[in-house]
Structure formats: C-alpha cells, structure tokens
C-alpha cells in the first residue's frame, strides 16, 4: 500500500518536470526522501512518529536488543529489524526464528511448555510502539479517545490487511497526548489461533521514556487491568534494560539452529 503512494508520488513529480523549465534534478532534489516518506501516513500518526524521533530515523536501524528480568532469570531478546529474525535467550531455553523456521533449543533438561508462535516477536512488537505500525499493510483510522483520570487521549485504530502478519485479525490503538504527540496509551486485542476480530481490548501504558540513539522508546511499561473496553488500575510493570539499537546488521548466526534445537511446526 505504501510502496504504491510512493511510486505516485513520484510519477506526479517526473511529470510535474516535465512541464516546467527547471531541469528534473533540481525539481526532484527539492522533494527530500523525509517529504517523500512522511507523506505516505496520516498526518496523526506522523505526529506521534515525530514526538518519538522520526520515522525516517528509526528506519536506519537493523538490531535491537533488550534484556527483561523475569522469575527464572534474564531474558534477552534480540531482533533483525529488517528480516524479523529473532533469538530469544533465557536461563532454560533459547527459542530463535531465522526468518524462515522457529525453533526451540532447551537447556539443562527442562522441557519448554511455551506457545512459541504466539510469543515469538511479541514483546518486540510492544516495545517498538509506535514505530512497527509503520510497516506496510496496515491500515490507520482516528477512533474514540480515551479519557484516563481526567485527562483526554485522543487514539489512532491499527488494523491489517488481509495476509498480513500471523495474527492478521489483531487490532492496536494508540492513545496519545495531544499537545506533545507522545504516545501514551496502547489497546490491543488477542486473536492469534482464533481466526476472527476481537471486541476485548487489553491496556498498556506507556509512560517512561529513554532515548536511545535518536528515538524515544520504552524504559518500561505498565499493564493496566481492564473493564468494559477501559483500563482501571495497574496490574504490574515490565521494565527494559541494556537497550541496543544500531544501524549494525546483527550477525545472522546467531539465529540459526543449533544441532541440539527442534524446529517447532
């Protein structure tokens, strides 16, 4: 859908030349990429891009590594921004997707009981609000705002189009603050392995930021319990520590299989 914009968009500038006496260079070159990329989102969305340091520069970035402090121990979750290949590394297992096949490689004899397809790219797509809803597919539309101890957020609905994603059905809505454009609030449904759309939305506040290399991102988040489509009280808090986001590639072995993993169907 973007990808088609972008080739309009051009189209109409090489015409646009064509019926002018400057040269196409000079036309072309007052149009910069940032125009040119900005252009293809709601201006809503690009509002919230901006508050966090720009669509344009987040799309520089091909790794991103963050640890969480879980029961069991550290969990360390590495991402390829640009194939989605992804290791997840935890003191019991280790799960990884190449871009092609999950796998699940366990560690000292304790069976993995998790729902590896579910959780694979799950927090990753938490902590990357709001840049991963500018992939392509996605469709945005203003809704209803949410009105959270007085205060007024207004809120952007994300849904997909067909095909895409493993959870294509899912639904996101980023509540936002209106003066700043910082996001503030996400509800999301959970549809994987359902088959249809979702009326339960579930809440995340996001409330603690750090810059990381040029982009606002989480330094930790709260979930909220929810009734009747509205958060009301915290349940608890996730917090993200050795933040590593690079324009660096990640090495691409450390996603593949080991001889002791399984691939997960």
């Known amino acids: 859908m ?5 080739i309009f968009l051009l189209s109409v500038l090489i015409s646009a030349c064509k019926n002018e006496t400057k040269p196409e260079s000079t036309v ?21 891009f901006e508050a ?15 640890t969480m402090e879980k029961p069991d121990g550290k969990e360390v ?48 797509y938490f902590y990357t609000m709001p840049f991963i809803v500018g992939d392509d597919g996605i469709i945005y539309e203003d809704t209803e705002p949410l009105v959270f101890d007085g205060k007024m957020y207004p809120g952007i609905l994300i849904s997909y189009e067909a095909g895409i994603g493993v959870s294509p059905d899912d639904q996101y809505i980023i ?3 209106d003066e700043t454009g910082q996001m503030q609030w996400l509800a999301y449904t959970v549809t994987f392995g359902k088959g249809e759309k979702s009326k339960d939305f579930h809440f995340i506040r996001y409330n603690n930021w750090q810059t990381v290399n040029g982009l606002v991102v ?5 979930w909220y319990k929810y009734e009747n489509n509205q958060p009301t009280e915290k349940r ?6 050795d933040i590593i986001l690079s324009e660096d590639a990640p090495d691409q072995s450390m996603f593949s299989k080991p001889e002791t993993a399984k691939v997960i169907e």
């Open 2 to 6: 973007k990808k088609i914009a972008l």
């Open 28 to 48: 072309v070159d007052e149009v910069s990429k940032e125009d040119i990329t900005t252009s293809i989102y709601p201006d809503t969305i690009t509002k919230v």
């Open 52 to 66: 966090h340091g720009g669509i344009d520069q987040w799309n520089k970035m091909q790794t991103l590594s963050f």
């Open 77 to 124: 979750t590495t991402t390829h921004l640009k194939t989605r290949a992804e290791r997840i590394e935890t003191p019991t297992y280790t799960l990884g997707y190449d871009g092609q096949n999950l796998w699940v490689n366990e560690k000292n004899g304790k069976e993995y009981k998790g729902r590896p397809w579910f959780y694979k790219g799950l927090m990753m």
């Open 175 to 177: 509540y936002y603050d």
């Open 218 to 222: 989480p330094k930790s988040v709260d």
């Open 236 to 241: 608890n808090t996730v917090e993200f520590k």
